[in-house]
């Protein structure tokens, strides 16, 4: 049972963010350390509830309310056991997740919810520490059953973790030369740091899971090859299509997508690039797209010291508490601040391009117009025309859905008017045998969402190979987050 | 059943669930001298009593009335034209036996009945002396048309024994013993040739008293047997009886007296008791009655009433040798196990006879007589009243009441009262009275019982004790998966207990699917429901009314009842039902050196094949069964039921169904009590699980898992600093104290006759499982078999075994969800997604989204969330009407109404939102059990239409009461159904508790029964103190939903009701253990199905409206209860979470974070809740309703209620597990000439009461204030005397009454109950003789005086103390002032929290749940003074320390200024009742007040302290104390 007055006797608190001058300095990750009493002291706020809405809005349905109490008493490791029998990768979602959850927190009606997302992180970051939190945990007997998963972002390492715990022989794929998918190359040091992934890698290889990276399946292996090979495939290959912006001046030098420019400092960071070619060094950066890619990009920008970083959004500024057209417990419309958002730069709100300036080839600026969003356009106020100076423009504007050359179009799977992969009810594809798990079939989305569908996908799979499953299922491939 | 008019089983209505309760009364002359007047006494004594019993639809239609009489020869000698012979020793029964038989009114079928009687009589060896047909007058008398429709003809037989060698005939006791058999035999015999319609029933056949008894009303009686009224029918001693069933169906043997006893009351353990005299058949023999007793056999007749199988017991054990006085208190002890003042040799009769024989448990007045003893006894919690006189010229008067006969004070020389678990006796050939010590003493006497006890019994705690052995965690959690423990049980349920050795707590109700209805694997526990008292009995209070209950009990091998000796207490005593492993380990090891072979031990192993399903499931319990024989034929004496041991094939048979499949196999085998059953049971982990075992026939359980799961939790520190030793005592006490809770839900108070008595309600298990493993407890609406059984149990086997375990990594048990929802668990309908649209659409008054609601919520139903979710509406197309042609939406919110949820449970914001939004609706909101304040109670924006009377009467007054459009009674709450409340100190916060009238910082006790209502006519008797109090109200009565709640709103009907609810278990929002949450009462459906058809089929449903409540959320929901019987639906969690409830579920911790269940200021500024958002809420209901109307053909909800057959079950079928489940009797519409709805409202005539004299007489006062004098007399008939005329008052001048003694009102004679109840200030009375029950009850600011005659020699110098009024005086009183010149009855001043009282000596419990006022008791109390007293003040002359509990007060010197403030009050007591008491203690004040001490409860006493230190320092009072209570 919980402390039922903890809510009354604390009040919400955080680590402290470091200094912003030390933390544009260097990569490394934003947060200061957290002291242990505090954790606790946070976690004595949860409020043990009845229905717990913070479990529903979890899409891996983390127990949260169980863990909470596990941490307010100091009993890290039952605490670590209640988190991770929902999550593979906590210490992953305690970094990277918007923390549904907390939108959802009963707290949060008259108060500030509980830090859940916090001390999640904490307990996986305490399990690693104190030794017990990566302990490999191979199966204890082998089905004989051979699976391939491709790609190995969240929902592809969560599919293979779980397959290889229930005794299956799994090997990862991976087009980039190292394994991670986008948590590798696409998230900025400073929001994780590569190791807490790393560790994480080890810990599955030591499970048995092979990883083969810098393998483009489809090309580097053929698809008969991969169905030859294994008893069943999981496509986890994420929405990699990135939307295009369709202005005059797209063309230009100086004009790049998110990911490409997100992917090369990642890359220099981990020693596997020498220099980054788009930087944003001396530069006024307008960054186009309102989302957390944006912001990724506009902290980056910060950190490559740039001149000027503009990041524009096609919607008009949000409240700054929850809209009432979002009411709790769902995710609330709001104005949010990022770590980068308060570094420097400025935001720009109920925006859209017009068209991109350049000078010699290379972009110089950007026309913009006022206006407010409707469903599928923009409309326009006259006489709000503006211009910004730039120099770099990136297109932070989001996926569209997998990319279908190669791999899908070879396997053969049906491709929903969405752009996303069919799938039924257990994440099978149209093709027997071939699961989907992740983006690439709910379309762009966020970690938790990926980490629970790759931990479905693996019970379709498990269940297909098997006959019936008993690895867990959170998550029906249909499933939303409430509205 | 036989001469009745008591329907077949059908559709939901059972007879089984027929109750009853009465009046009863008994005259005896003590000198032995007969006479017609002592008849005659008898009869008008019941003609006064009338008010006891009932009428059906037909007021001719008597529930029941008779008379119990010694023989009259002198009339049969002169009306019989054979000869009768003539006993040597009339004084002791005659030489013939006779007997009011009732046989066939078909003449043919008479004709072979009186031909059987021949046979047997024959074969027996008796003379058949003759037959006399009874003279009887149905037409003249009145009997009404149902009752003459089944009438039987009325012969009496004569017989005579065989002649003695001497030739002399047996007579009196010695031919009463020949012809029992005789008449048992033809009993049986005609029935099995005749038929139930054929068969011969003695209403008694005895050579000492006859019986003349029917389906009359109590003036009926002397009208219809010719004999009672004749001038020859003389006796020395009359019982008479006015029965109240709870149905309107006449059925002649039921009535009472039976062959020994009248009974007024409830055998709440009879089916235990019943089975276990089945089983003792066996052993049974008597040398006394002559030949084979077996011929008697069954002892009990099947089918018989609870009273009548008593007294087929008591008669069997009168006849085999114990006097009726030893053999009533054998089946009736006193509360003897807590009595540590116990006299030892009585302590010894008393232990050594529990060894032969369970108590018959329930509330008891139990008159009875063999001719020459007239006695009465009271159950030992005295639930029923009793009142006894004895006059000048050596009559003995008792009954029910006083004042049932017209006494002159002048020949009144005794006044007392039936005490509880005492005897009254009067013994005709000593020709006196013999006191209770008197009778007992010289039982005890009778033989060395204590030597035997002391030789006999073996107790556990003598035993060597065996080594403990401690499991690991791992194999602790690999049997917690095979028995499908879950981490939310070990959260929930086990952590509690473990820590804290008590149950845990929730609120909000349940709303989960039924265990049948469930896809998920069940325990088959789930399918049970505890059962409770609910009107017909009172629950019992085992916290503060503990000195009655015990958890001790005996185990082991029963020998001959009927020849007792020392080898019958060779037995072993568990102080508790629950074992340690410590525990069972010396129990199977008794005889482990082979010494005490007596003891021997035989442990039966419960697995089966886990692959093999339903039939190696069977096939394992029938070799358990058989192994159990083998055992028992090998001498063993203890049977240990195992389910150790599991392998991965071998699963455990699930405890309780091997339990009582063995139990119901030996009580066939009739082997049952040659053995002690034990329980080694994995799957039990909570109370209710462990109260099943017991209750189907386990001696003792060994939950060995949970206990070693606590252990676990404690070794690995999930405890707090709970040690592992200690973790597993307080599972032990948790589990056994639960129990006593769950047996004093349904006013059992002995595990040792809780045993086996399947005191539970089973839904959804198929009636061949029922039949075959729990005989007895039946269904009627089917369900799942043993194949589901054995599918759940392979279900949480394979998890236990999974072939590879890292599946599960990180997972170690399943994680519930069945108390809080959880995505992988039950399912719940209020979950986070409906809760969500159901705020969200109310709030923003978006009617699309209210639809996603609905959808939601009625999805989940259909999932198997609720029962309703399984029918469907019958729509026709072809019948359907246009939308616009129903009645509007504003027309059917009216029918609906919020629940009873209390001020002080939720806060002023939440409650006022409530009532406004119901006010401004023309629904009806209810204030709940806490009172309202007077500023609310007085606008009728703000106020709630409801007023609710619950145990607790917080806040209920005059004024509460004059300002109600419907007065409710609380009898059940789903939540906790048979249990009280309890608002701890630091929720009462001062403007709580100002609307309670209690004090600030201390806490409120709600005693689980109304302490006016121990049985359906003291309801009847609380209705009509109501309906004086406001005659313009409804008054409802709520109920929770059981089998045979049908049958109890009949009865509620009866007793005058206009309105009956019935609550489901899925609602109720207040705070209960998690067993009461989950497992007690049923869904509405089946009730509320029920309560139609039986209201029906009494043809009462035309008189009262029925409601529906608990768990209502949607439209589909109302639609459903409409076409199944309600005309009103209440809701109470919809409208709340409407306004921002989010099922936290603490509503008991004062936490809830949107302000709605606390006081505390900080959480009440986050409420967000608006009467409009609740308002918007009924009014999308109502036009959803609207839309189903139309749909099905009904232009209004009039028009639908009833009718069931638009309802459809086939899609239940398609539930996976539903399957077998048979709903269609919930749908069964009975063909009778009754209306579906209240068509015909009772009228309810008060214009012939006293009170209307009153008020016309008090005219100068009710119009201008002016003082009136009044003086009448009165009698016990009057009852409620002053009530009305002070609603009268209130409604004219407001809550704050008259000036003092405006209203003067002088009355003589004895008071009928209720005298002054709720009388305001302004009101005095002084009567001058004696009171009955309930004086006072909810004073409000009024006087009551109650003195004797000065002229009555009871009141002579030196004559002892006299009763002057009777029990549960000031109940719930306000304010005012109560003099009372006399001793009193049990509980005086309960839940007193203002007023004054003196008296001058009480029974038990007196000062009970007192929370204010004072009390002055000048006389001897009774035991157990001050329970659960929180407030007020108590000052005793003389106490006695012992009989003061001392949970909450101290017994504590006066301070100076209360010994004068003590000296006026005695001296106002001696100014107003003359009372020679006050006047002798006056002559030597304040000498005589160092005799006084005070009652003093402990946290009052500090709040008295903090508000004067308070008042020194110049601080806010009111901060201080709820500071200091905040801790």
């Not at chain 2, 008479?240 to 039976?258: K, M």
Request: proline fraction near 6%.
């Amino acid at each position: 049972m919980a402390d039922p007055s903890g809510f009354l006797k604390y009040h919400r608190q955080g680590p402290a963010r470091r200094p912003i001058p030390l933390r544009l300095r260097d990569w490394n990750e934003v947060y200061e350390p957290f002291d242990e009493q505090d954790t606790r002291s946070q976690a004595a706020r949860c409020m043990d509830c009845g229905i717990p809405f913070c479990h529903q809005g979890c899409p891996l349905g983390n127990i949260i309310p169980e863990w909470n109490d596990l941490v307010r008493t100091g009993k890290w490791v039952e605490a670590s056991d209640r988190l991770h029998a929902t999550n593979n990768f906590p210490e992953f979602t305690g970094r990277l997740c918007p923390a549904p959850c907390e939108a959802a927190c009963v707290l949060g009606i008259g108060d500030e919810p509980v830090a859940i997302k916090l001390v999640e992180q904490e307990i996986a970051d305490h399990a690693i520490t104190a030794g017990f939190g990566l302990t490999p945990r191979p199966a204890e007997l082998s089905t004989g059953r051979s699976v391939a998963v491709i790609g190995s972002g969240p929902a592809g390492l969560a599919a293979a973790q779980q397959l290889a715990r229930a005794g299956h022989a799994v090997t990862v794929y991976e087009r980039d030369a190292r394994i991670g998918g986008l948590m590798r190359y696409g998230i900025p040091e400073f929001k994780m740091a590569r190791d807490v992934l790393d560790r994480r890698l080890a810990q599955m290889a030591a499970e048995g899971v092979t990883f083969v990276a810098g393998c483009a399946v489809g090309i580097d292996l053929t698809v008969e090859q991969l169905q030859d090979d294994y008893d069943a495939v999981v496509i986890a290959t994420g929405s990699t299509v990135p939307r295009e912006l369709t202005v005059d001046g797209r063309d230009l030098d100086g004009v790049y997508l998110a990911m490409d420019y997100l992917v090369q400092q990642n890359q220099v960071l981990e020693g596997t690039r020498g220099a980054v070619e788009i930087s944003a060094e001396g530069k006024n950066v307008i960054i186009i797209g309102g989302g957390d890619t944006g912001a990724d990009c506009y902290g980056t920008a910060l950190r490559q010291q740039a001149k000027s970083v503009t990041q524009l959004d096609i919607h008009v500024m949000p409240p700054t508490t929850r809209d009432q057209s979002t009411p709790w417990p769902t995710y609330p419309l709001m104005l949010r601040i990022s770590a980068a958002h308060e570094e420097g730069g400025e935001r720009v709100f109920g925006v859209n391009s017009t068209s991109i300036e350049g000078t010699d080839g290379h972009v110089s600026g950007l026309h913009l117009v006022e206006g407010r969003r409707i469903p599928g356009g923009f409309i326009p106020t006259e006489g709000t025309d503006f211009h910004l100076d730039a120099d770099l423009i990136l297109i932070a504007l989001g996926f569209v859905g997998p990319e279908k050359p190669g791999l899908l179009d070879g396997l053969g799977v049906q491709i929903s008017g969405r752009g996303t992969i069919v799938r039924d009810p257990n994440y099978m594809t149209s093709v027997p045998g071939v699961f989907v798990a992740g983006d690439a079939g709910r379309g762009q989305s966020l970690i938790v969402w990926a980490i629970a569908e790759g931990r479905s996908a693996a019970a379709g799979v498990d269940a297909y190979l098997a006959g019936s499953s008993f690895l867990p299922d959170p998550l029906e491939p249909t499933a939303v987050a409430m509205r | 059943m036989q001469y009745s008019a008591t329907p077949a089983p059908q559709g939901l209505y059972d007879p089984q669930f027929e109750r009853d309760a009465c009046g009863v009364a008994a005259v005896a002359d003590i000198k032995g001298r007969r006479s017609h007047s002592i008849v005659n006494d008898g009869v008008t004594a019941l003609i006064n009593l009338d008010h006891r019993g009932a009428a059906g639809a037909d007021p001719a239609v008597g529930d029941g009335a008779g008379i119990l009489i010694q023989v009259p020869d002198e009339l049969f000698r002169g009306a019989v034209d054979f000869p009768l012979p003539v006993s040597p020793d009339q004084r002791h029964g005659e030489a013939y036996a006779v007997g009011v038989g009732f046989l066939p009114a078909d003449p043919a079928a008479r004709i072979r009945a009186k031909q059987i009687v021949t046979e047997i009589v024959t074969e027996e060896g008796l003379q058949l002396l003759g037959w006399r047909t009874v003279p009887t007058d149905p037409i003249w008398s009145g009997v009404g048309q149902m009752a003459l429709d089944v009438m039987p003809a009325f012969e009496q037989l004569f017989l005579a024994g065989p002649a003695r060698s001497d030739g002399t005939l047996p007579s009196g006791l010695d031919l009463d013993r020949i012809i029992y058999p005789a008449r048992k035999r033809i009993e049986h015999e005609t029935v099995d040739v005749l038929g139930d319609s054929g068969g011969i029933y003695f209403a008694s056949l005895s050579s000492r008293t006859i019986v003349y008894k029917g389906m009359l009303t109590t003036a009926q009686l002397p009208a219809f047997f010719a004999d009672i009224t004749d001038e020859r029918t003389t006796s020395a001693i009359a019982i008479v009886h006015s029965r109240f069933s709870t149905n309107t169906f006449p059925a002649w043997p039921l009535a009472h007296p039976f062959r020994y006893i009248a009974h007024n009351g409830e055998i709440n353990t009879v089916r235990g008791n019943r089975n276990r005299m089945r089983a003792r058949e066996a052993m049974l023999a008597s040398t006394l009655i002559p030949g084979d007793l077996a011929r008697a056999f069954p002892i009990c007749t099947p089918g018989a009433s609870d009273s009548a199988s008593f007294d087929e017991v008591l008669e069997l054990l009168h006849l085999g040798g114990r006097t009726l006085p030893h053999a009533v208190l054998m089946m009736i002890p006193e509360a003897w196990e807590n009595d540590a003042t116990m006299d030892p040799a009585l302590r010894g009769f008393a232990e050594f006879h529990a060894s032969l024989i369970e108590p018959w448990d329930g509330p008891a007045c139990v008159t009875f007589t063999d001719g020459t003893v007239l006695g009465a006894v009271l159950d030992r919690n005295g639930l029923r009243p009793g009142r006894w006189w004895l006059t000048t010229d050596d009559t003995v008067v008792l009954a029910s009441e006083a004042g049932v006969l017209p006494i002159p004070p002048e020949k009144v020389l005794e006044r007392g009262r039936l005490q509880p678990g005492r005897m009254f006796l009067v013994d005709t050939d000593q020709g006196r009275i013999l006191n209770d010590t008197e009778v007992k003493e010289e039982l005890a006497a009778e033989q060395p019982y204590r030597d035997w006890v002391h030789a006999g019994l073996m107790r556990l705690t003598d035993l060597p004790p065996r080594e403990h052995v401690t499991v690991s965690h791992r194999s602790v959690l690999a049997r917690q998966k095979i028995f499908g423990y879950t981490e939310e049980e070990l959260r929930v349920l086990i952590t509690p207990m473990a820590a804290s050795g008590a149950e845990g707590i929730g609120s909000m109700g349940t709303d989960t699917p039924e265990a049948v209805l469930s896809t998920r694997p069940r325990l088959i526990f789930d399918y049970f429901s505890q059962l409770f008292a609910q009107v017909t009995n009172p629950p019992l209070d085992a916290i503060r009314e503990a000195v009655v209950t015990s958890l001790s009990s005996v185990i082991g091998p029963e020998e001959n009842l009927l020849e007792p000796g020392p080898w019958s207490c060779r037995q072993i005593v568990l102080p508790f039902p629950v074992l340690d492993n410590d525990d069972l380990a010396k129990l199977m090891g008794m005889n482990a050196d082979g010494n005490l072979p007596g003891f021997a031990s035989a442990t039966i192993s419960g697995l089966f094949d886990v692959h093999g399903g339903a039939a190696a499931l069977a096939g394992a319990i029938e070799r358990c069964r058989i192994e159990t024989d083998e055992a028992i034929a090998g001498g063993a004496r203890v049977i240990m039921l195992s389910d150790r041991h599991s392998t991965a094939d071998r699963a455990p048979i699930p405890s309780l169904l091997l339990t009582s499949a063995v139990h119901q196999h030996l009580v066939r085998q009739k082997s049952r009590t040659k053995v002690a059953l034990v329980v080694e049971s994995g799957d039990a982990r909570e109370v209710h699980h462990v109260a099943l075992l017991l209750g189907y026939g386990a001696g003792a359980v060994n939950p060995y898992l949970v206990l070693e799961s606590a252990e676990d939790l404690a070794g690995r520190g999930l405890l707090g600093d709970v040690t592992p030793h200690k973790a597993v005592k307080n599972t032990v006490y948790a589990l056994g104290k639960g129990v006593l809770k769950v047996m004093s839900k349904m006013g059992i108070s002995t595990v040792g006759s809780y045993r086996a008595a399947q005191v539970f309600a089973v839904f959804g298990i198929n009636n061949d499982v029922l039949d075959e493993y729990f005989t007895g407890s039946t269904t009627r609406t089917g369900g799942t078999g043993l194949a589901t059984i054995a599918g759940d149990v392979a279900q949480r086997h394979a998890l236990a075994f999974v072939p590879n375990p890292r599946t599960l990594e990180h997972r170690g048990l399943e994680i519930g969800g069945q108390y809080q929802w959880r995505r992988e668990g039950e399912i719940h309908l209020f979950n986070p997604e409906t809760v969500y649209l159901l705020q969200h659409s109310t709030r923003s008054k978006q009617e699309r989204v209210f639809r996603r609601y609905t959808e939601a919520v009625d999805n989940l139903s259909r999932e198997g969330g609720t029962l309703r979710g399984l029918f469907d509406l019958v729509v026709n197309e072809g019948r359907s009407v246009p939308l616009d042609e129903v009645e509007p939406a504003s027309e059917i919110v009216k029918r609906f109404v919020t629940g009873a949820m209390s001020y002080g449970s939720i806060s002023i914001e939440a409650h006022e939102t409530l009532a406004i939004a119901m006010n401004r609706l023309g629904g009806k909101s209810n204030t709940g059990e806490g009172g309202e304040d007077v500023d609310r109670l007085l606008d009728p924006v703000r106020r709630s239409a409801i007023k609710q009377v619950a145990s607790g009467r917080f806040g209920v007054t005059s004024a509460f009461l004059v300002n109600a459009r419907e007065i409710q009674i609380k009898m059940a709450q789903g939540a906790k159904p048979g249990e009280g409340g309890q608002l701890p100190g630091h929720k009462v916060y001062p403007w709580i508790a100002a609307t309670r009238n209690a004090t600030a910082g201390v806490g409120l006790i709600s005693p689980p029964p109304h302490h006016d209502i121990y049985s359906i006519e003291d309801l009847k008797q609380l209705i009509h103190d109501l309906r004086n109090a406001n005659p313009a109200a409804d008054v409802s009565v709520k109920l929770v939903s059981v089998p045979g709640v049908g049958t109890v709103a009949a009865g509620v009907t009866k007793a005058h009701a206009d309105k009956v609810i019935v609550a489901g278990n899925d609602g109720g929002t207040g705070a209960a253990a998690l067993t009461s949450l989950k497992h007690t009462g049923q869904p509405w459906e089946l009730g509320l199905a029920e309560t139609q058809q039986t209201l029906r089929l009494n043809r009462l449903r035309e008189q009262v409206k029925v409601q529906v409540d608990g768990g209502l959320k949607t439209p589909r929901d109302v639609i459903v209860a409409a076409l199944l019987g309600a005309e009103e639906f209440g809701f109470s969690t919809a409208p709340l979470v409407v306004a921002g409830c989010v099922m936290m579920r603490v509503c008991h911790l004062d936490t809830c974070p949107v302000g709605i269940a606390t006081q505390n200021p900080v959480l009440r500024e986050r409420y967000t809740g608006t009467p409009e958002f609740v308002e918007t809420f009924f009014l999308y209901l109502a036009e959803q309703v609207r839309e189903y109307l139309a749909a099905l053909g009904f232009r209004s909800m009039a028009e639908a209620i009833g009718h069931a057959e638009r309802l459809d079950v086939s899609h239940a079928i398609a539930l996976h597990r539903a399957r077998g489940l048979d709903l269609a009797p919930l749908l069964e519409i009975p063909d009778v000439d009754s209306d579906y709805s209240c068509t015909h409202p009772a009228q309810h005539d008060l214009s012939k009461t006293l009170d209307a004299k009153l008020i016309v007489l008090a005219k100068p006062a009710l119009q201008d204030a002016r003082g009136v004098h009044i003086d009448l007399p009165i009698r016990n008939v009057d009852r409620t005397a002053g009530t009305m005329l002070g609603s009268e008052v209130t409604r004219v001048f407001g809550p704050d009454g008259l000036p003092d003694h405006t209203i003067d009102v002088d009355l003589t004679g004895t008071a009928g109950q209720s005298l002054g109840a709720f009388l305001p200030r302004g009101v005095s009375i002084t009567l001058l003789g004696d009171a009955n029950d309930y004086v006072g009850k909810g004073l409000s600011g009024g006087r009551i005086i109650v003195r004797p005659d000065e002229n009555s020699p009871s009141q002579a110098p030196g004559v002892k103390t006299q009763v002057i009024a009777g029990n549960t005086i000031g109940y719930g009183a306000t304010s005012g002032e109560i003099y009372l010149r006399g001793r009193v009855g049990e509980r005086f001043a309960v839940r007193n929290s203002g007023a004054l009282m003196v008296t001058e000596g009480s029974g038990d419990h007196a000062c009970e749940y007192m929370t204010g006022g004072r009390v002055v008791i000048l006389g001897r109390t009774g035991r157990n003074v001050g329970a659960g007293m929180s407030g007020g003040i108590a000052y005793l002359l003389d106490p006695e320390p012992a009989k003061v509990n001392p949970e909450l007060v101290d017994l504590e010197a006066l301070d100076p200024d209360e010994v004068f403030w003590l000296g006026e009050v005695i001296s106002a007591h001696a100014k107003l009742t003359g009372s020679r008491i006050a006047a002798a203690l006056l002559a030597d004040w304040p000498i005589a007040a160092v005799r006084f001490s005070r009652v003093m409860p402990r946290d009052y006493k500090r709040v008295l302290e903090l508000r004067a230190e308070a008042a020194a320092r110049g601080l806010d009072a009111d901060e201080m104390i709820m500071e200091a209570s905040h801790g």
